[in-house]
Structure formats: C-alpha cells, structure tokens
T-cell receptor, first 117, second 115 residues
Framework: GAVVSQHPSRVICKSGTSVKIECRSLDFQATTMFWYRQFPKQSLMLMAT?????????EQGVEKDKFLINHASLTLSTLTVTSAHPEDSSFYIC?????????????FGEGSRLTVL | AQSVAQPEDQVNVAEGNPLTVKCTYSVSGNPYLFWYVQYPNRGLQFLLK??????LVKGSYGFEAEFNKSQTSFHLKKPSALVSDSALYFC?????????????FGSGTRLLVRP
C-alpha cells in the first residue's frame, strides 16, 4: 500500500522559534497533500490543501503567515510553524492522494506532536 | 454542504461480542465513504471504503461496513471484537462531484473493548 512518511514525530521548541515538519510520499506521486491539526480528544481539523507547484489553499481561520506550506515536488510537502507559541502545541497530521486514485483515498502520515515551551 | 455525524463519543463492548460504530452523512452528489482508525499518538490507518457496487464492504482486521443510501448511513461493524480493536475511529465522506479530494471527517468514536 501507499506509504506516507512524516518527520519529525515529536518536536519540542522554545516559544518564538520556527519548526518545519516534512511529509513525504514514499512509493507514489502525491498530487495533493493535506495538512490537519488535531486537538486532544477531537477530530481532525483541515488546515490547508497543498498541490504540487502551486500555492496552498488555506481553510478559513488558518493563518497563512503562521503556517507556511510548501509543496515543491510530487513527493514532498512541508509545514513550517513560524514564531511558534504554546497555543500552537498540537498534533499535526499530513495526508496525500495520488494521481492513480480517482476516488481520492487519502494515505496518512504518522503525525507530528509539537510542543512549544 | 458535506457533513458527517458520529453520534456516539464512545462505544463500550465486551471482547467476543459484535460491535457497531455509527456514521451518517450528507452530500449533494454520490458519496465516497471511508473509515479510518487511529491509535494513540499515531496517524490514521485506512480500514475500508465504499465507492460503488455492493453495499456491504469488507476491510482490514475483520471490519466491515454497510452502505445504506435511504438512511444515509455507513455503520462500521465487526462480528467479534478484540481488546486490540480499542482505538479512535473516524468516518469520512467525500462528494463524488468534489474534485478537491477533500475529506470531511466525523468527530470520532472511541471504541473500548473490555476483556
């Protein structure tokens, strides 16, 4: 099956610093990648949709300058949390779908837990 | 607008008993329906999907789900629960006319299987 790798799985940073999370599709070309945020005991909140070679589409209420998304290739998308603050602490999950999936089945990374001190 | 409802925050069942996790949906066109499972501090794992064809869909780990168009439901079932099935389960839907591939997730149902 399709594999999506997400790195790092855990990261702790100081307030004010920036953190980059990578999402890679290992065995397929991901035309579209999605970034989600999950709060404790809650569902996934879609943050943005990322298409290779174009600007990400952000959901309402998500700060574009705060959460920078880059989808530079068909196998890599990155999420950079800029000037992180404690309220940005959360579980971030990426997912991807490929050109061959006309049903849009998503494959998920293992998630990245961000803790901002 | 697309939406998914999982009416139960938690489902408790004894090991060996059948389990059902409920899901209802709303879309404009035809639904593509999915079930995912999440273990603590992990991403989501795909269980099964309904796109077209037979209403009863069989998936991973012995799970199955039945698509009911008249009731707009897609309940997840398993004939005999295992303690290891304890996890968080998400139902998701995509409208077949939506080209964005965006999935709408339900709020999740925590399944607790007691020994």
């Amino acid at each position: 099956g399709a594999v999506v790798s997400q790195h790092p799985s855990r990261v702790i940073c100081k307030s004010g610093t920036s953190v980059k999370i990578e999402c890679r599709s290992l065995d397929f070309q991901a035309t579209t990648m999605f970034w989600y945020r999950q709060f404790p005991k809650q569902s996934l909140m879609l943050m943005a949709t990322s298409n290779e070679g174009s600007k990400a589409t952000y959901e309402q209420g998500v700060e574009k300058d705060k959460f920078l998304i880059n989808h530079a290739s068909l196998t890599l998308s990155t999420l950079t949390v800029t000037s992180a603050h404690p309220e940005d602490s959360s579980f971030y999950i990426c997912s991807a779908t490929g050109q061959s999936s006309n049903t849009g089945e998503l494959f998920f990374g293992e998630g990245s837990r961000l803790t901002v001190l | 607008a697309q939406s998914v409802a999982q009416p139960e925050d938690q489902v408790n069942v004894a090991e060996g008993n059948p389990l059902t996790v409920k899901c209802t949906y709303s879309v404009s066109g035809n639904p593509y329906l999915f079930w995912y499972v999440q273990y603590p501090n992990r991403g989501l794992q795909f269980l099964l999907k309904y796109i077209t064809g037979d209403n009863l869909v069989k998936g991973s780990y012995g799970f199955e789900a039945e698509f009911n168009k008249s009731q707009t439901s897609f309940h997840l079932k398993k004939p005999s629960a295992l303690v290891s099935d304890s996890a968080l389960y998400f139902c998701a839907v995509r409208d077949s006319v939506d080209s964005s591939y965006k999935l709408i997730f339900g709020s999740g149902t925590r399944l607790l299987v007691r020994p």
